[in-house]
């Protein structure tokens, strides 16, 4: 079982209204939340540090005692496969697994 956090931060595009959408037809949950960065330049630590932060306090909403936060970024196309490889590289090295993907 999984769901999907989408964190929009400052996009100017059709992102989050096409997200949500799609949402009721999703076979996971997905929840979609904007974010504005309104002092300073955007960046994507800052952002993902964002959407991490929303993630886990989703976690910790639902009592999710074991679980995982995989994350990439909006340029990214991830394998059908993607989350399955990450928990197989996840329980093999103990719980951390860095990686690299390719942009679209």
């Known amino acids: 079982m999984f769901e999907v956090v989408l964190f929009a931060n400052n996009c100017s595009d059709d992102t989050t209204q096409s997200a949500r959408a799609l ?3 999703l076979p996971f949950g997905l929840t979609v939340v ?3 960065r309104v002092s300073g330049a955007p960046h994507a630590g800052e952002a993902r540090r964002m959407a991490m932060d929303l993630a886990m306090a989703r976690l910790e909403a639902i009592g999710a005692a074991r679980s995982v936060i995989l994350s990439t970024g909006a340029d990214s196309r991830v394998a059908p496969n993607w989350i399955d490889g990450n ?3 996840i329980n093999a090295e103990g719980g951390c697994c860095p ?3 390719g942009a679209r």
């Open 23 to 25: 949402a009721s037809s």
């Open 34 to 36: 904007e974010g504005r």
């Open 87 to 89: 928990l197989i590289a």
């Open 99 to 101: 990686g690299a993907l």
